[in-house]
């Protein structure tokens, strides 16, 4: 068996013990309390078991009537077929009032156990992605990124919740949003394109991704307008009709029209209000919001000055499914929220006629699509907020930039469900899962990459979390006690703050999205406004003999190479000039998803490092440095301040720039620099061990010792340039091997090595 075989083998195990294990856990939650949609779906099951097809969508005896679309009833029917052979016929009553039973119990918990089968093998599948993302590594570090995405998808605690307690169904229908993900990564549309329209057929609420897919399918599918054209239309709305006449057919030919119209009233009752009895974290949460302070505003002030009529406490804050008017602010209509989802929804255009890998698109496509409906549609369940963040979670795998955002959707996500399950044990248990789970995830991304995932989220997201904890106490605590007459409160609180998480994160996201060809010039502006302020602190004076140095630092990064490389081990060498001994050597793997722009490497690697030696020098301060040496240029640059000046300024320590290629861009322009190389090259010039590159003084050559390498060494800041290159030859009588600079570099390529390409 090959090595390949032997890790796709230990994968699979590795997972099927995780899927068993948290087969193990539902099974445990089967008793947990259970909201009225366990009614719903058992009276829908009576419904398709007891009518005629043809009465399906008319029969209203419970207030729980059948308003998910036909393929949805289609499952209920067959779900219906399993009961009734189970022995739970007397469950299968139409009845007014719910019925409950441990056989009915265990049965409706179970088939949700079984289907979500399907969320199994979709995660399965996905978890395919690592082969070659973010970046390619060796077969124990795929398996690793494949295990790890693998346990985040499945122990998605927030479905869990939803599904095994809250009771619903959405896992297996998430299983089929990760298939049509899957297939967009193996380049078949087709299949893409057919479960898609399957999953519509089952849920509406996914229709939240149809933006994103028209504008994918448009321009990665269907256009240009070619010989072909055609073909890949029919091809694709075959693909998409299928679905929709094996749905919605059996309905047209028993009801005609009329039927058909009866459905839509029950998918699409715009009777229900602007907002859900709990408010989605999106817009209007922060619109009603808004509004109740404004109406304690306007109450407070008639109190106050006794000439004013009090208002009437608005409708938003009962709790129920209703439509209501505003106090203070306009009311809100369908049409307005439809209006800003379209109007919200350009960047889809701009996502999909850009230049990225298909996979991405399509997944931006979904997530900005989803993301729209969510934040301005009219009367969004909270629950929706798992659809954007499936997308999220999937791109934060294959592009680190989208690992803060993610985990700003999954706070959001986490802390919205949570007010559905409120009783004692669940609480428990749904904190412990999230807590567990979420320590699990840290643990795997550290065992993954070697990266404290804590310390490389944004402060942004840091804020965001602790906050969230914070806002959980007090309102499940404080808020009860205290203020017991307002029970909305919570709430509104709870509502208002995941919606500023949610507003950031959707700004951040479209803001990148429209600024993604921008984002270069971005860059390198703001690294020439900085750079102007940190050339004032330039000098040529050392403040101590070169005999009195003793401490002598080193700073070095090995990147992967693929995809910008989003992933760095930086390390810091500590060297004793006066003994020739190692002081002490620090490492670290860190995220840094910064663009590579020539002449502009401080972008990259300038801050990461910067922070790195004061966080070092925060702990152990008398390794404080006299010299840093940097594997870069200092003022040999284009513009006089390349990376070695950069650190030396932010840090204010000497350092010196060593490279083992010249580079010589930032010779004169009328040079012939070809001529120039070949000098180099052939070393006519080189008699000594130090000697003025031509043309240019601001970088010396240094000849290594019984060797015909070269080493090019520039001031980066707090010496002469002589003073620098005595330094630099005294530290290679050493050998090269023992440069402070060369041990960094090659201790940090061993580390790559070890953890991303075995």
Same mark, same amino acid.
């Given at each position: 068996?090959?090595?390949?075989?032997?890790?796709?083998?230990?994968?699979?195990?590795?997972?099927?013990?995780?899927?068993?294990?948290?087969?193990?856990?539902?099974?445990?939650?089967?008793?947990?309390?259970?909201?009225?949609?366990?009614?719903?779906?058992?009276?829908?099951?009576?419904?398709?078991?007891?009518?005629?097809?043809?009465?399906?969508?008319?029969?209203?005896?419970?207030?729980?009537?059948?308003?998910?679309?036909?393929?949805?009833?289609?499952?209920?029917?067959?779900?219906?077929?399993?009961?009734?052979?189970?022995?739970?016929?007397?469950?299968?009553?139409?009845?007014?009032?719910?019925?409950?039973?441990?056989?009915?119990?265990?049965?409706?918990?179970?088939?949700?156990?079984?289907?979500?089968?399907?969320?199994?093998?979709?995660?399965?599948?996905?978890?395919?992605?690592?082969?070659?993302?973010?970046?390619?590594?060796?077969?124990?570090?795929?398996?690793?990124?494949?295990?790890?995405?693998?346990?985040?998808?499945?122990?998605? &605690?927030?479905?869990?919740?939803? $599904?095994?307690?809250?009771?619903?169904?959405?896992?297996?229908?998430?299983?089929?949003?990760?298939?049509?993900?899957?297939?967009?990564?193996?380049?078949?549309?087709?299949?893409?394109?057919?479960?898609?329209?399957?999953?519509?057929?089952?849920?509406?609420?996914?229709?939240?991704?149809?933006?994103?897919?028209?504008?994918?399918?448009?321009?990665?599918?269907?256009?240009? &307008?070619?010989?072909?054209?055609?073909?890949?239309?029919?091809?694709?709305?075959?693909?998409?009709?299928?679905?929709?006449?094996?749905?919605?057919?059996?309905?047209?030919?028993?009801?005609?029209?009329?039927?058909?119209?009866?459905?839509?009233?029950?998918?699409?009752?715009?009777?229900?209000?602007?907002?859900?009895?709990?408010?989605?974290?999106?817009?209007?949460?922060?619109?009603?919001?808004?509004?109740?302070?404004?109406?304690?505003?306007?109450?407070?002030?008639?109190?106050?000055?006794?000439?004013?009529?009090?208002?009437?406490?608005?409708?938003?804050?009962?709790?129920?499914?209703?439509?209501?008017?505003?106090?203070?602010?306009?009311?809100?209509?369908?049409?307005?929220?439809?209006?800003?989802?379209?109007?919200?929804?350009?960047?889809?255009?701009?996502?999909?006629?850009?230049?990225?890998?298909?996979?991405?698109?399509?997944?931006?496509?979904?997530?900005?699509?989803?993301?729209?409906?969510?934040?301005?549609?009219?009367?969004?369940?909270?629950?929706?907020?798992?659809?954007?963040?499936?997308?999220?979670?999937?791109?934060?795998?294959?592009?680190?930039?989208?690992?803060?955002?993610?985990?700003?959707?999954?706070?959001?996500?986490?802390?919205?469900?949570?007010?559905?399950?409120?009783?004692?044990?669940?609480?428990?248990?749904?904190?412990?899962?999230?807590?567990?789970?979420?320590?699990?995830?840290?643990?795997?991304?550290?065992?993954?990459?070697?990266?404290?995932?804590?310390?490389?989220?944004?402060?942004?997201?840091?804020?965001?979390?602790?906050?969230?904890?914070?806002?959980?106490?007090?309102?499940?605590?404080?808020?009860?006690?205290?203020?017991?007459?307002?029970?909305?409160?919570?709430?509104?609180?709870?509502?208002?703050?995941?919606?500023?998480?949610?507003?950031?994160?959707?700004?951040?996201?479209?803001?990148?999205?429209?600024?993604?060809?921008?984002?270069?010039?971005?860059?390198?502006?703001?690294?020439?406004?900085?750079?102007?302020?940190?050339?004032?602190?330039?000098?040529?004076?050392?403040?101590?003999?070169?005999?009195?140095?003793?401490?002598?630092?080193?700073?070095?990064?090995?990147?992967?190479?693929?995809?910008?490389?989003?992933?760095?081990?930086?390390?810091?060498?500590?060297?004793?000039?006066?003994?020739?001994?190692?002081?002490?050597?620090?490492?670290?793997?860190?995220?840094?998803?910064?663009?590579?722009?020539?002449?502009?490497?401080?972008?990259?690697?300038?801050?990461?490092?910067?922070?790195?030696?004061?966080?070092?020098?925060?702990?152990?301060?008398?390794?404080?440095?006299?010299?840093?040496?940097? $594997?870069?240029?200092?003022?040999?640059?284009?513009?006089?301040?390349?990376?070695?000046?950069?650190?030396?300024?932010?840090?204010?320590?000497?350092?010196?720039?060593?490279?083992?290629?010249?580079?010589?861009?930032?010779?004169?322009? $009328?040079? $012939?620099?070809?001529?120039?190389?070949?000098?180099?090259?052939?070393?006519?010039?080189?008699?000594?061990?130090?000697?003025?590159?031509?043309?240019?003084?601001?970088?010396?050559?240094?000849?290594?010792?019984?060797?015909?390498?070269?080493?090019?060494?520039?001031?980066?800041?707090?010496?002469?340039?002589?003073?620098?290159?005595?330094?630099?030859?005294?530290?290679?009588?050493?050998?090269?091997?023992?440069?402070?600079?060369?041990?960094?570099?090659?201790?940090?390529?061993?580390?790559?090595?070890?953890?991303?390409?075995?």
């Amino acid at each position: 068996m090959s090595k390949d075989n032997i890790t796709d083998v230990s994968f699979f195990k590795v997972a099927l013990i995780s899927t068993i294990c948290l087969i193990a856990i539902k099974t445990c939650l089967i008793r947990s309390y259970t909201s009225t949609d366990f009614e719903v779906h058992r009276n829908w099951m009576a419904i398709t078991f007891a009518k005629n097809l043809s009465e399906w969508y008319y029969e209203d005896t419970s207030e729980w009537t059948l308003d998910y679309p036909p393929f949805f009833a289609y499952f209920e029917w067959l779900l219906a077929q399993g009961a009734y052979k189970s022995g739970l016929k007397d469950s299968l009553k139409i009845s007014e009032k719910p019925i409950m039973n441990d056989g009915i119990l265990y049965y409706q918990r179970f088939t949700v156990i079984l289907v979500d089968l399907l969320y199994y093998v979709g995660a399965f599948l996905i978890s395919n992605i690592s082969e070659d993302l973010p970046f390619k590594g060796g077969k124990e570090f795929t398996m690793r990124k494949k295990y790890f995405i693998f346990f985040n998808l499945v122990y998605f &605690v927030p479905l869990i919740l939803l $599904d095994n307690i809250h009771f619903q169904y959405n896992g297996f229908l998430t299983g089929l949003v990760l298939l049509s993900i899957h297939f967009v990564f193996k380049g078949n549309f087709l299949k893409s394109a057919l479960i898609t329209a399957i999953l519509l057929n089952f849920k509406h609420i996914y229709i939240y991704y149809v933006p994103g897919y028209v504008a994918f399918f448009l321009f990665n599918y269907l256009l240009p &307008v070619d010989i072909n054209f055609a073909k890949r239309l029919v091809l694709l709305g075959g693909s998409v009709l299928m679905p929709l006449l094996l749905s919605f057919g059996p309905f047209l030919y028993t009801t005609s029209l009329d039927g058909i119209s009866q459905i839509l009233s029950r998918l699409f009752p715009f009777q229900r209000g602007l907002t859900h009895a709990f408010w989605a974290p999106n817009f209007w949460s922060l619109y009603n919001g808004m509004d109740f302070i404004l109406y304690n505003s306007r109450n407070i002030l008639a109190r106050y000055l006794k000439n004013g009529d009090i208002i009437k406490k608005p409708e938003y804050t009962s709790g129920l499914v209703q439509e209501y008017s505003h106090t203070t602010l306009p009311n809100i209509k369908p049409y307005h929220t439809i209006t800003l989802v379209l109007a919200f929804l350009l960047p889809l255009i701009t996502i999909n006629r850009g230049k990225k890998r298909r996979e991405v698109k399509y997944l931006q496509s979904l997530l900005i699509s989803s993301m729209t409906f969510f934040y301005f549609g009219y009367h969004v369940h909270e629950k929706a907020v798992l659809l954007p963040l499936v997308p999220l979670m999937i791109l934060s795998f294959i592009d680190f930039t989208y690992l803060s955002l993610y985990f700003n959707l999954y706070l959001v996500s986490h802390f919205t469900i949570f007010p559905l399950i409120f009783s004692p044990l669940e609480n428990l248990t749904k904190y412990t899962l999230s807590l567990a789970t979420t320590i699990a995830i840290q643990i795997l991304f550290k065992i993954t990459y070697g990266i404290n995932l804590w310390e490389n989220l944004n402060k942004s997201t840091k804020f965001f979390s602790i906050v969230s904890v914070l806002l959980e106490v007090i309102t499940n605590l404080f808020l009860p006690i205290y203020l017991p007459n307002l029970p909305f409160l919570p709430n509104i609180f709870t509502s208002c703050f995941h919606a500023m998480v949610f507003t950031w994160t959707y700004i951040v996201i479209v803001k990148d999205i429209f600024n993604e060809s921008e984002k270069t010039t971005i860059k390198k502006k703001d690294l020439l406004e900085e750079e102007s302020k940190l050339k004032l602190l330039l000098n040529d004076k050392l403040d101590k003999q070169i005999s009195d140095i003793r401490i002598i630092a080193a700073v070095d990064g090995t990147y992967n190479k693929e995809d910008k490389g989003q992933v760095c081990v930086l390390g810091i060498y500590f060297y004793d000039v006066s003994t020739n001994t190692e002081v002490d050597y620090f490492e670290e793997i860190i995220i840094n998803t910064e663009p590579y722009i020539p002449s502009f490497f401080a972008i990259k690697e300038g801050n990461c490092t910067v922070e790195f030696m004061e966080k070092i020098l925060s702990k152990h301060p008398n390794l404080k440095p006299d010299i840093i040496i940097v $594997d870069g240029n200092g003022v040999y640059h284009k513009r006089n301040f390349g990376l070695a000046s950069y650190i030396s300024c932010k840090l204010n320590i000497p350092t010196i720039g060593v490279t083992k290629n010249i580079d010589l861009n930032p010779l004169d322009e $009328d040079l $012939d620099k070809k001529m120039i190389r070949n000098e180099i090259k052939n070393s006519p010039m080189i008699k000594n061990n130090i000697n003025i590159l031509p043309h240019d003084n601001r970088c010396l050559i240094i000849r290594l010792p019984n060797s015909k390498k070269l080493l090019f060494v520039s001031v980066g800041n707090g010496m002469k340039t002589e003073v620098a290159g005595k330094i630099i030859e005294n530290l290679t009588k050493a050998g090269t091997q023992n440069m402070p600079v060369n041990v960094c570099d090659k201790r940090t390529r061993n580390t790559y090595r070890e953890y991303f390409e075995k």
